[in-house]
């Protein structure tokens, strides 16, 4: 038989009231906390969104380098495999910046001629510049040849069958240059391609080196022991 134990019963009693009166004192955040919970958030998002921003128009220019790199071996590959010289050309006449292409040559061109796909020469890639986002934060390329500035409508990167590279000489605007070989490549030092953006009130860039025996190496433009810099690396970028 089961006994019934009074102590018991008034024990659990006394929890249940106790938990019912725990459950009666619970309650809401007030107007207040609300208001200063969304104000704590509102300040948090206000120092992450433009952080937010210049990690991603970082990794955007950093993809681009990348993607530069891969046009230039393709471009270098392209010239050993076919035993053919290749030229990248500007796709404009103002600006490295509106990207280029690459051109297989039908034959040995001495100079900057046009790629002509009517006479044999072939487009084997290209070289887009996607952000070009109108504004501070657009991206800029420049190339340069030891301290000359490469123009795109004067000269042209050039790779040999035999994997060199250097530049071609369309108006005759690289004299003090050495010339290489009959495909007359203008050897004055490594080919550098500079791409850059604003990021913020400062620049950050990437600088690809190309050597004359055409090995090509990445990296990042340092200004006073930062990545970012004051003054821009790219007279035509944004």
Not at 36 to 50: D, E, F, N, R, S
Not at 160 to 182: C, H, I, Q, R, Y
Not at 185 to 209: H, L, M, P, Q, W
Request: some cysteine.
């Amino acid at each position: 038989m089961t006994y019934l134990n009074k102590t018991s019963l008034r024990d659990t009693g006394c929890r249940s009231r106790s938990v019912s009166q725990s459950r009666l004192k619970q309650r809401g955040f007030t107007l207040l906390e609300m208001m200063i919970a969304i104000g704590v958030a509102g300040i948090l998002m206000m120092i992450a969104i433009p952080n937010m921003r210049d990690w991603k128009l970082e990794q955007d220019l950093g993809s681009k380098a990348e993607s530069l790199i891969s046009s230039l071996e393709l471009a270098r590959m392209t010239a050993m495999q076919r035993n053919k010289v290749v030229d990248i050309q500007s796709s404009s006449t103002s600006s490295w910046s509106d990207g280029f292409f690459i051109c297989a040559r039908s034959g040995f061109t001495a100079n900057a001629t046009n790629c002509n796909t009517s006479s044999g020469d072939e487009i084997v890639g290209q070289y887009d510049i996607e952000y070009r986002d109108s504004g501070s934060s657009s991206i800029g390329l420049v190339i340069d040849v030891g301290e000359t500035r490469i123009q795109p409508n004067q000269n042209h990167v050039r790779f040999l069958p035999n994997g060199m590279s250097g530049v071609t000489d369309k108006e005759n605007s690289l004299t003090s240059f050495a010339k290489f070989g009959a495909a007359n490549i203008n050897v004055g030092g490594d080919v550098k391609f500079t791409i850059c953006r604003r990021i913020g009130s400062s620049y950050e860039a990437f600088r690809i080196t190309m050597r004359t025996s055409g090995d090509i190496q990445k990296e990042l433009v340092k200004d006073g022991g930062t990545h970012k810099l004051q003054n821009n690396p790219c007279t035509n970028a944004g």
